[in-house]
């Protein structure tokens, strides 16, 4: 089976700009996580969708967001970005209570 | 709350020795735990996970951590380190799937392998 996949891989963007972020599960997997990954607070939960619905989110802002579609591929979307946006976004495919993870999208704002 | 505590951020070993890498957690229910390992500019690879089966967990590339509730830990060991096992480590611990999906992150544990 293919892996989860990510795209794009790495972006740069500009202070008060938006960006959305794609992400392709393992097939068969219905549910998706979202993490953020800085070096400053580590690895921190966004949210977590099955089946187009978000079941839980973690401590962001409302300028985080995300959705589901049908055949299970999600976006997250980060509006009016600031500079502490710069992250590496992990998404996770899930099975189980297992979390397998992509590659990552690298994003820096400057 | 969950929690994930990894004593050391750095750890270094030389090429041949014992890796031990401490994870220790808080959970108010049987947790599920987990170990990743992370290589420069990838994502985190899942190393091993443990679901209340065995306490003593084998994992990928010769790594194995084992679960002591008493200790309330999941170390990571392997018996012999190769250069390629130089990486960022973390522990996760989840209350299960039917709690979200969320995983709680220790602050990881890089490991340098001299030779």
């Known amino acids: 089976k293919a892996g989860v996949t990510q795209t794009p891989r790495y972006l740069i963007k500009t202070r008060g700009q938006q960006v959305t972020l794609s992400c392709s599960p393992i097939?068969?997997?219905?549910?998706v996580s979202w993490y953020q990954q800085t070096p400053g607070q580590g690895l921190q939960f966004l949210f977590e969708y099955f089946s187009e619905t978000q079941r839980n989110k973690g401590n962001f802002p409302g300028r985080f967001s995300g959705r589901q579609f049908s055949n299970s591929r999600s976006e997250m979307n980060v509006s009016t970005l600031e500079l502490g946006d710069s992250a590496l976004y992990l998404c996770?495919?899930?099975?189980?209570?297992?979390?397998?993870f992509g590659p990552g999208t690298r994003l820096l704002v400057l | 709350a969950q929690s994930v505590t990894q004593l050391g951020s750095h750890v270094s070993v030389s090429e041949g020795a014992l890796v031990l890498l401490r994870c220790n957690y808080s959970?108010?229910?049987?947790?599920?735990l987990f170990w990743y390992v992370q290589y420069p500019n990838q994502g985190l690879q899942l190393l091993l996970k443990?679901?209340?089966?065995?306490?003593l967990v084998k994992g990928i590339n010769g790594f194995e951590a084992e679960f002591k509730k008493s200790e309330t830990s999941f170390h990571l060991t392997k018996p012999s380190a190769h250069m390629s096992d130089a990486a960022e480590y973390f522990c996760a611990v989840s209350e299960g799937y039917n709690q979200g999906g969320k995983l709680i992150f220790g602050q990881g544990t890089e490991l340098s392998v001299k030779p």
């Open positions: 959970s108010s229910v049987p947790p599920y």
């Open positions: 443990y679901t209340s089966a065995a306490t």
């Open positions: 097939s068969g997997h219905r549910s």
């Open positions: 996770a495919s899930i099975w189980g209570e297992t979390q397998y």
